[in-house]
């Protein structure tokens, strides 16, 4: 999660890189500007831990017991989480090769 975001300029970036990587470490996200100018974008690497799956249905079961039946999805939610999950294409990484 970005805590805040920050400009500076190449400059200082260069000026006191280690300063730079201790806030992004920090969760600060850093824009780096040439006179005003996005150049580069620097946040952590480490994105936040989601939850399993396992997990979430744990958390169900638990809540039906709660409750003392079982909930159900309403229809709607149901037809379009079905449509997402139908029409979803692969991740795009071939820039990265």
């Known amino acids: ?12 970036a260069t000026r006191n890189f280690a300063a730079v990587m201790d806030r992004v470490r920090a ?9 005003d100018s996005p150049v580069a974008i620097l946040r952590s690497a480490l994105e936040p ?3 399993l799956l396992s997990e979430s249905i744990a958390l169900a079961e638990k ?3 709660e409750l003392g039946y079982e909930p159900v999805m309403d229809a709607s939610f149901a037809s379009d989480l079905e ?6 294409k692969p991740r795009e990484l071939s820039t990265w090769d």
């Not at 969760?27 to 006179?35: C, F, P, R, T």
């Not at 449509?83 to 979803?88: D, T």
């Open 1 to 12: 999660m970005i805590m805040a975001t920050i400009h500076i300029s190449e400059a200082e």
């Open 27 to 35: 969760g600060v996200e850093v824009v780096i500007e040439n006179e």
């Open 49 to 51: 831990r989601g939850r």
């Open 63 to 65: 809540h039906t017991q």
């Open 83 to 88: 449509e997402i999950i139908r029409n979803r």
